[in-house]
């Protein structure tokens, strides 16, 4: 079946430590986005590519990194220049179609610092 | 800066009840909305997107409802059900392949 797979879905992070969110699509699309979500929040854009090789910063970029070398895979990384980074993280994909670039999201994973 | 604003953050209904969800926006200026189903803990299922031209998309019990010169959408569930019981959110884009700015949506139970 065609989706958006994240993992893990849930991570434990200790303070001072990066960790790295997977995204993997296999609908080839060429678009990913992250983002977070935060308890009773609507969703904040935090990088976003539109093409391999490129990518653009969001609202709230600092403290993130993300690499686009591959298609199908876009990974998140959390540094330890993230101060509060407790949070779900969504990753999703579109395609440029006439109809509107319809989005598609994973089923999200859940980041906790202790 | 487009802001997106939901209202109600909360809503609970009885089973049957028609209802409409409000969403709300800044600059007129979109090139599609789109409403979201998210359950706990889950990511986002797209129910409707309108593009600017449109004025409504229906899909089943749904209907969704654009005017961009007000600045305003609305999302209409017909004969509400328990499975109905989620968070709605609305999303807008600024132009084709830009950014997704999303309302902090509005947490839905219908009770049976």
């Known amino acids: 079946d065609g989706g958006i797979t994240q993992s893990p879905k849930y991570l434990f992070r200790k303070e001072g430590q990066n960790v790295t969110l997977s995204c993997e699509q296999n609908l080839n699309h060429d678009a990913m986005y992250w983002y977070r979500q935060d308890p009773g929040q609507g969703l904040r854009l935090i990088y976003y590519s539109q093409i391999v090789n490129d990518f653009q910063k969001g609202d709230i970029a600092e403290g993130y990194s993300v690499s686009r070398e591959k298609k199908e895979s876009f990974p998140l990384t959390v540094t330890s220049a993230q101060k509060n980074p407790t949070a779900f993280y969504l990753c999703?994909?579109?395609?440029?179609?006439?109809?509107?670039?319809?989005?598609?999201f994973g089923e999200g994973s859940w980041l906790t610092v202790v | 800066k487009q802001e997106v604003t939901q209202i109600p953050a909360a809503l609970s209904v009885p089973e049957g009840e028609n209802l409409v969800l409000n969403c709300s926006f800044t600059d007129s200026a979109i090139y599609n909305l789109q409403w979201f189903r998210q359950d706990p803990g889950k990511g986002l299922t797209s129910l409707l997107l309108?593009?600017?031209?449109?004025r409504e998309q229906t899909s089943g019990r749904l209907n969704a409802s654009l005017d961009k010169s007000s600045g305003r959408s609305t999302l209409y569930i017909a004969a509400s059900q328990p499975g109905d019981s989620a968070t709605y959110l609305c999303a807008v884009r600024g132009n084709q392949g830009g950014k997704l700015i999303f309302g902090q949506g509005t947490e839905l139970s219908v009770k049976p």
């Open positions: 999703a994909s579109s395609a440029r179609t006439e109809t509107g670039n319809t989005i598609y």
């Open positions: 309108i593009q600017s031209s449109q």
